[in-house]
């Protein structure tokens, strides 16, 4: 004869779950915790952007530089010069 099986243990009701940090925290806490990490967070953004244009900045300055530079433009063109011609 086949044994008959126990029924599992009911699941832990929501009661029985360990206490988290944000049950633990008031929600004006809560609040300026979420504030202060938004404002974190469009610091980071804000130097980030301002790197990238301090970057671009460099790029430009440099190819104008290299623009002015006689031997740069000699290295670096073309040697067909049958296409300016008229």
Do not use: C, G
Request: hydrophobic residues 35%; proline residues 3%.
């Amino acid at each position: 004869m086949a044994k008959k099986r126990k029924s599992a243990a009911p699941a832990p009701a929501a009661q029985d779950k360990p206490a988290t940090l944000k049950d633990l925290l008031s929600s004006d806490v809560l609040e300026k915790l979420k504030a202060q990490a938004n404002e974190a967070q469009a610091e980071q953004e804000r130097r980030q952007e301002e790197e990238r244009a301090k970057a671009i900045a460099a790029r430009k300055a440099e190819q104008k530089r290299l623009d002015n530079d006689f031997e740069y433009l000699l290295n670096n063109s073309s040697m067909d010069w049958k296409k300016h011609k008229k």
